[in-house]
Nanobody, 116 residues
Framework: QVHLVESGGGLVQPGGSLRLSCTVS????????MGWYRQAPGKQRELVAQ???????IYADSVKGRFTIAIGDAKNTVYLQMNNLKPEDTAVYYCKAEFWSAAGAWGQGTRVTVSS
């Protein structure tokens, strides 16, 4: 079973930046898609950004121009650079990956709080 390990959440003031990381627990599988979702209190989980193996990316309208998703050179880590953070970005952020030769996986979640 493949696991995803996330890091990088925390407390930041409005206008600040954070970088989230998500690493696949094994190098024996290749990801065809890696992405970040978030869930704010009382709301449904929503897609934030997604990167596909061919290099294409998708962003939620609410984060375009502020967040950047990137897959590392080893293809087993995905990053989410978050700039100009707003209080409405406060949520638990989850990493998701889909693989060519294994079942997909979700990370355990990392909390991001944007507050002064």
């Amino acid at each position: 079973q493949v696991h995803l390990v996330e890091s990088g959440g925390g407390l930041v003031q409005p206008g600040g930046s954070l970088r989230l990381s998500c690493t696949v627990s094994t190098t024996s599988v290749s990801a065809k898609l890696m992405g970040w979702y978030r869930q704010a209190p009382g709301k449904q989980r929503e897609l934030v950004a997604q990167a596909i193996y061919n290099g294409s990316t998708i962003y939620a309208d609410s984060v375009k121009g502020r967040f950047t998703i990137a897959i590392g050179d080893a293809k087993n880590t995905v990053y989410l650079q978050m700039n100009n953070l707003k209080p409405e970005d406060t949520a638990v952020y989850y990493c998701k990956a889909e693989f060519w030769s294994a079942a997909g996986a979700w990370g355990q979640g990392t909390r991001v709080t944007v507050s002064s």
